[in-house]
């Protein structure tokens, strides 16, 4: 019976909300009806006249009290709003009426759907969420030493937060110390030096971690059991103590690829010992999988420091064998450093054949691969492309695809262009990026605007092309044509990476709700009311009570215009103006 009875409940329920979202007008016709019929009863035109009457017997202080307080009411809601909207980056009532009226008027609720679906649509939107806003190391960050600090010995500004170097040290945590550093005593110190906040104290621990290694311990070890014949064993270089220095001492490229150079043989060695011993238990797996970070981490410091010196060839031969070396490890992103090369060298073909590897929908995008496709296919037709041919002729199939691919760049990141576009100036790239964020378009925009000039009519194109994107995607911070609809958590993450002198890009901004709009304009619109109101407060007493009398009064079909002037006339004492025959009519 129970189970009978609450099926009949729920039955019930959805015919009322079927009723009510279908036949709402039915609905209101038949109440409208209702009150007609019932006028007489409720005496409804009676209520009314009392109504106006007792509101034409109120003074022009009462109208100052009520504007006033309307006014601060909505200025108080308008704040709210605002403050609401800034936090959240949504309107307050707009959430409420969603969330609590949508389900009363029939909409479609969300946490009564199929729990199997919520719950695995909630873990993908949870998974999308952190792999959209998480920070990712930037395959292009410079030299601290030879290149952030002389920015800052030039410019006196710190090019780097607090924020972004803090993630740089836990990234150099993870990749170049293990558990069993405590071992050898270089490490051990490089352990600590990696946790130091103050740069000289790492630089000090660096120095310390190879005087140790100079030292040359001897461990005497008999090299036949029961002899007299002794060997000295000497400890291996510190790698890493190495490129601690020529990350943050050396003051020149020059200078950081020859300890990079010192670095590349010690680790070279401690990976060959590792790697004969990896099997031998989970101490040596680990210590291998740090001297193989190590090692890679060197080699494409060293690749980068040769395409800074001008060897580019030399950088683009190192990057490829280090792909080969080491296919399995892409956190580097290596081939983005590969590709930038490659155009300097106007390696188109290579640079193509590079992203057909890379550009693959299995695979994360970044700007680098998204902007150089569409610089690809700009080339093929930017040195022809005229905006004015192009809207009497219509676009051709190369000039569509160049667009398109734009469109799909501007989509992904859309802050690119306006730094491409010189619209916006540029600043020094921090360590750590943010896809699809101001962060990643600065390091991008950084190395590869001198490829997009070369391109000739390619800027040209991007410049007439690309704020198409924005009509084709109403609102880039909801929707998504190409890809998952832009995170708003880019703006925070950005703001924590860039520096306070750079002006962080929100762009595309979201247009201000409806809400907050309405009530700006109520706030505005009482406001004056009330200023009128204290000013003037006979001549809008008047205009008030014929208001009220044209809205409220049961005799409302028999009055005409010239008897509310006439009203407002005699309370004034204006002297009464000729009437003209449309009055008198």
Not at 88 to 106: A, K, W
Not at 267 to 279: A, F, N, P, T
Not at 434 to 444: F, M, N, Q, T, V
Request: contains cysteine.
């Amino acid at each position: 019976m129970a189970e009978a009875g609450t099926g009949f409940l729920e039955q019930l329920k959805s015919c009322i909300v079927w009723s009510w979202t279908y036949l709402w007008t039915v609905w209101f016709f038949i109440v409208l009806f209702l009150v007609y019929i019932l006028r007489v009863p409720l005496k409804i035109n009676d209520n009314l006249s009392t109504v106006s009457m007792f509101l034409n017997t109120l003074t022009p202080k009462f109208y100052v009290a009520l504007t006033g307080t309307s006014s601060l009411i909505s200025g108080l809601i308008l704040i709210f709003e605002w403050w609401y909207f800034r936090k959240y980056g949504t309107s307050f009532i707009e959430q409420v009426s969603v969330s609590h009226l949508r389900p009363l008027l029939g909409g479609v609720d969300n946490s009564s759907s199929n729990n199997s679906n919520s719950s695995n649509g909630d873990s993908d939107s949870n998974r999308q969420s952190v792999s959209e806003c998480k920070v990712w190391r930037n395959p292009l960050n410079l030299f601290r030493g030879a290149e952030y600090n002389r920015y800052t010995w030039v410019t006196g500004r710190e090019p780097l937060t607090y924020y972004d170097m803090n993630l740089s040290a836990q990234d150099h945590q993870t990749f170049f110390t293990c558990d069993s550093d405590h071992l050898r005593p270089a490490d051990a110190i490089m352990q600590k030096a990696w946790r130091e906040r103050n740069p000289q104290a790492r630089i000090s621990a660096a120095h310390e971690a190879l005087e140790i290694n100079e030292i040359r311990s001897r461990v005497e070890v008999p090299l036949i059991a029961s002899s007299t014949i002794w060997e000295i064993k000497l400890l291996p270089k510190c790698a890493t103590a190495y490129i601690l220095l020529a990350e943050e001492e050396a003051t020149t490229i020059a200078e950081a690829e020859k300890l990079f150079k010192q670095a590349l043989k010690a680790g070279d060695g401690c990976y060959r010992r590792s790697q004969q011993l990896q099997h031998h238990g989970s101490q040596y797996e680990a210590q291998h999988r740090r001297d193989t970070n190590v090692l890679v981490y060197i080699k494409r410091r060293l690749a980068m420091c040769a395409r800074r010196l001008g060897r580019t060839r030399e950088a683009v031969k190192m990057m490829r064998d280090l792909m080969k070396e080491f296919p399995l490890l892409s956190m580097f992103n290596i081939h983005e450093n590969l590709l930038e090369a490659l155009l300097e060298l106007q390696a188109y073909a290579d640079v193509q054949a590079v992203l057909a590897k890379y550009d693959d929908i299995s695979l994360p995008k970044s700007a680098t691969i998204c902007y150089t496709a569409a610089l690809l296919k700009a080339r093929a037709v930017s040195d022809k492309f005229s905006p004015e041919a192009a809207s009497r002729r219509g676009l051709s199939t190369a000039e569509m695809n160049a667009v398109e691919a734009i469109h799909r760049a501007v989509e992904f990141n859309p802050h690119v262009p306006k730094y491409l576009l010189e619209m916006k100036s540029l600043i020094l790239p921090p360590e750590h990026i943010l896809k699809r964020g101001d962060s990643e378009a600065i390091a991008y925009a950084f190395f590869h605007l001198a490829h997009w000039k070369r391109v000739e009519g390619a800027l040209n194109l991007l410049h007439c092309t690309w704020e198409g994107t924005f009509r084709m995607i109403p609102y880039p911070l909801e929707k998504g044509h190409l890809f998952y609809p832009y995170p708003i958590c880019t703006e925070t993450a950005d703001r924590e990476l860039l520096p306070s002198f750079h002006e962080v890009s929100v762009y595309p901004k979201k247009e201000l709700p409806f809400f907050i709009l309405f009530t700006a304009g109520l706030c505005s619109f009482t406001a004056m009311l009330a200023l009128l109101t204290h000013q003037f407060p006979e001549l809008m007493g008047v205009f008030a009570k014929a208001m009220i009398d044209i809205f409220c009064s049961a005799e409302l079909r028999d009055w005409n215009c010239e008897s509310i002037f006439m009203r407002v006339e005699d309370e004034l004492e204006i002297p009464p103006a000729p009437q003209s025959q449309h009055f008198q009519n």
